[in-house]
């Protein structure tokens, strides 16, 4: 079965850090690029970022540029998201999805990011 | 700032045909901006309908269909159920590795 498993998510006050972590499984990950996609409380899906499958071209939507960084581990079939200098506006669930013809096929469940002091 | 848009509400009768649409604040929607579609109800991961304009996800019923229809994106759904009440999304890949949802459409049954 084909499957993400998202991670990493909690409290954390504005100005600080979390490292989100997506486990991917029944796929071969290596090929594929992936997405992080947020959905803040109330609020519709907002694209995050992308990293192609080797991990060497990274993309970030402009409101996280500078501050988030997309990362993944082939050999651990892992995607990460490091999240730093946090405000109250990232607060939001972030998915973690596959990418199939420049769409998005699988998602995760989401994992929770709440910044508030 | 591209802004894609989508309508913010739209109602159907039960068993009826409903078409969603996906534009650009400015200029049109093409093939080559590869819309998808997605469907999510309240407290639930999204769900992918169509992807690459016209591709149906694995197991998503061919009531579901996309196109392009004059300068837009467009998702139908034909003989509208209750639970597809729901709210769906339209995404569209700017290149670059750059993807932009549109605002969503909140579809009632009724």
């Known amino acids: 079965e084909v499957q993400l498993l998202e991670s990493g998510g909690g409290l954390v006050q504005p100005g600080g850090s979390l490292r989100l972590s997506c486990v991917a499984s029944?796929?071969?990950?290596?090929?594929?690029?992936m997405r992080w996609v947020r959905q803040a409380p109330g609020k519709g899906l907002e694209w995050v970022s992308a990293?192609?499958?080797?991990?060497?071209?990274?993309y970030y939507t402009d409101s996280v540029k500078g501050r988030f960084s997309i990362s993944r581990d082939n050999s651990k079939n892992t995607l990460y998201l490091q999240m730093n200098s946090l405000r109250a506006e990232d607060t939001a669930i972030y998915y973690c999805?596959?990418?199939?013809?420049?769409?998005?096929?699988?998602w995760g469940q989401g994992t929770t990011v709440t910044v508030s002091s | 700032q591209t802004v894609v848009t989508q309508e913010p509400s739209f109602s159907v009768s039960p068993g009826g045909t409903v078409t969603l649409t996906c534009g650009l604040s400015?200029?049109?929607?093409?093939?080559?901006?590869?819309p998808s579609w997605y469907q999510q109800t309240p407290g639930q991961a999204p769900r992918t309908l169509i992807y690459?304009?016209?591709t149906r996800s694995s197991g998503v019923p061919d009531r579901f269909s996309g196109s392009i229809l004059g300068n837009k994106a467009a998702l139908t759904i034909t003989g509208a159920q209750a639970d597809d009440e729901s709210h769906y999304y339209c995404v569209l890949y700017m290149g670059s590795g750059i993807s932009v949802f549109g605002g969503g459409t909140k579809l009632t049954v009724l």
């Open positions: 400015s200029g049109s929607v093409s093939i080559s901006y590869y």
């Open positions: 029944g796929f071969t990950f290596s090929s594929h690029a």
């Open positions: 990293i192609n499958p080797s991990g060497g071209g990274t």
């Open positions: 999805a596959k990418v199939y013809q420049y769409g998005m096929d699988v």
């Open positions: 690459s304009t016209n």
